[in-house]
């Protein structure tokens, strides 16, 4: 078994574990943010994209919906915001899941 756990090559204080990427573009990564981490999170090829806020809260800052806090339970999808911004004062795990048709967009 190939270990997939790494420190995000843009931010020392965040760490990501891989669990899951096949062909067909679905992928699931667990980001740990330490406390006080930042995290610019990059637009993809557009697939849709979601994260998944499993321990913790933080907030999230974006050009189209300004500053959000986030929770234990949230799901802040991304597919359509090249701005996105995720960070914690306290700690933060979420997953990061990506893969076009199988991810919902945003609530219409």
Do not use: C, K
Not at 9 to 36: K, R
Not at 42 to 62: K, M, N, Q, Y
């Amino acid at each position: 078994m190939t270990d997939r756990l790494r420190r995000h090559p843009d931010a020392a204080d965040v760490t990501v574990a891989e669990f899951l990427h096949l062909p067909a573009g679905v992928s699931i990564a667990s980001l740990t943010l330490e406390p006080g981490a930042e995290l610019a999170v990059a637009r993809s090829d557009g697939d849709g994209e979601g994260l998944f806020v499993t321990h913790g809260s933080g907030w999230i800052t974006s050009g189209q919906a300004g500053r959000e806090d986030i929770v234990a339970g949230n799901i802040v999808y991304h597919d359509r915001d090249p701005d996105l911004v995720v960070g914690t004062e306290v700690g933060m795990i979420l997953l990061h899941i990506r893969g076009g048709f199988m991810m919902p967009g945003p609530p219409g």
